[in-house]
């Protein structure tokens, strides 16, 4: 998996404080452009998003490249409504030459099933190969693809989502695909918007633990993880 943060937002952090700013102050916005240099962005942010006024979130927006995710990661990822997505076509690029697959470690960590999953993966590429080859448009011969089969996405996401997104799928109840594909997202936001991202992964970064009875049973280490991220 290759995640790049493709471009953001100019200065993200001093765009969501002039529109927060905006929101309270009689000047006008040329004048809160300036105004907002000397101040401390991390107090101000801290104060309006804990008061509850996410919205100034939006103004601030983040595109990632990502490479070499499953069709089942991509999918779970597109369930994300509050973004935009580009998604490399099964449609108009075949897959016969670039039959690139993604083998969870539970698999191939298993010699036996790591053999089998490989071998079954191999004989539906081939088909695929065979069925294009003999003119099945590769919309229908893509029937046959696994979830495993590799894709390629670009995603713009706000910041308010993305803090979503990254609670929802940091979170060690989130399958590890997207987890370890969210968790290099935060990575690359936290370089460019420290401040915004201050607190971005699960809920038990934050305080207390969401999933009740389905908890992992260790944020403490959890919350480690992602300050330190
Ligand atoms: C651990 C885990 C397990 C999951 N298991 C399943 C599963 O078994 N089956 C399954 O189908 N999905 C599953 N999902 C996907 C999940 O149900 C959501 O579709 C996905 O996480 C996107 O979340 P969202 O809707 O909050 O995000 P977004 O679509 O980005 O929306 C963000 C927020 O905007 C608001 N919003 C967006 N659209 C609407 C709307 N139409 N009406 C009202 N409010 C809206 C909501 O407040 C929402 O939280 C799972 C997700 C996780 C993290």
């Known amino acids: 998996m290759k995640v790049r943060l493709l471009t953001h937002t100019p200065e993200p952090e001093k765009t969501v404080v002039v529109a927060a700013k905006l929101c309270y102050s009689p000047s006008s916005v040329d004048e809160l452009d300036e105004k907002v240099k000397g101040i401390s962005y991390a107090k101000f942010l801290g104060k309006v998003v804990g008061m509850g006024h996410h919205s100034v979130l939006e103004h601030a927006s983040f595109t990632f490249g990502i490479d070499g995710i499953s069709r089942s990661t ?39 099933f790591a053999k089998r999953f490989e071998s079954a993966v191999a004989d539906i590429y081939a088909l695929y190969g065979e069925m294009t080859e003999a003119g099945i448009p590769a919309e229908d011969a893509r ?65 207390a633990c969401s999933e009740g009875a389905m908890t992992c049973g260790h944020p403490k280490e959890i919350r480690e993880k992602f300050k330190n991220l």
Not at 80 to 91: G, P, V
């Open 74 to 112: 991509s999918h779970q990822l597109v369930r994300h409504r509050i973004a935009s997505y580009s998604q490399q076509s099964q449609r108009y690029v075949k897959n016969d030459k670039n039959n690139e697959y993604i083998t969870p470690e539970s698999i191939s960590k298993n010699p036996e």
């Open 143 to 207: 029937f046959i693809l696994p979830n495993a089969s590799c894709t390629k996405i670009i995603v713009t996401m706000n910041a308010r989502s993305l803090l979503h997104f990254f609670t929802l799928r940091g979170c060690e109840r989130a399958q590890w695909e997207i987890r370890a594909m969210a968790i290099e997202m935060i990575g690359l936001a936290k370089e460019v918007a420290p401040i915004i991202f201050a607190d971005a992964g699960p809920a038990c970064v934050r305080g």
